[in-house]
């Protein structure tokens, strides 16, 4: 069972990243327009606050500096000097936010945005960030109402992603985007949330409102459920020094009665599975 190992009663935990070279965690509070870290190995843990809500993120190239995905734009943050340097909005003029997102193979950012007025209504659209020259493309996918799951093959020729609502986690090829079919459909309560991969080609899924991450086999089909004492578990990451430890986010946002882990970051040691280097924006 996944353990917690801060209490940060985050609001909206969500994007959890392994950073390898700092050694670290990563992740935002959304609600709480908060960047998170915490280093396993000393139990420090750091917070910046952001201009507007951290929706998604990504490591870059340099270590000093990260790829936002802001709920209304993305920009660069500067860990030493705290600045922030606009790129471009997204979907101005929509009910939307940014979301999800995750860096492909190729080193170009991926993500899907979030329709705050009507949560069930699909309006919103996946991205990408092409790491060459910052243009942003809107993908060839379905409208979506919460743009989740967000993650890709080891080799970099599948794209995972889910709308939440539909309770089912899609793939397609990558980076055509043909044969998009279901993936696997989730199983009793909950929706599918934030997803990585592992070195096998697993996917780790965080199930919303249903107190769970499960691992699916590249067929679809359930290898294991893991247990979170958390309610709403939102995304995972697969880290540590042997990237053998499993990581969740979580949130409080929506509970009456929030038990202690709601909210906090959870993690859990594996046996005889490793994840992957998490990719950086090649820009």
Partial sequence: MLEMIVDARN???ECVLWDERG?????TDILGATLWAHHPASG??????MPERLSC???????????LGLASQLAFFAFSSGQVTPICKVEEGLSTRLNDGRCDRQGNFVFGTFNEVEPRLPIGSFYRLNAAD??????ALKKVAIANSVCFSPDGATMYYCDSPDKAIRRCDYPSLANDRVFAATVGEGEPDGSCIDADGHLWNAQWGASKVVRYAPDGSIERTVASPASQPSCTALGG??????????????????????????SMQLGGVRGLPEIRFAG
């Avoid at 050694?23 to 992740?27: A, C, D, G, I, T």
């Avoid at 910052?134 to 993908?139: C, D, G, K, Q």
């Fill in 57 to 67: 993120f990504a490591l870059t190239g340099d270590d000093d500096r990260l790829l």
């Fill in 241 to 266: 020094p042997g990237l053998d430890v499993l990581f969740s986010s979580s949130a409080r946002v929506g509970l009456d009665a929030p038990v202690a882990c709601d909210g906090g970051l959870l």
């Fill in 134 to 139: 910052l243009t942003l493309e809107r993908l």
């Fill in 11 to 13: 609001a909206l935990g």
């Fill in 44 to 49: 420090a843990t750091s917070s910046w606050p």
């Fill in 23 to 27: 050694q670290r965690v990563l992740w």
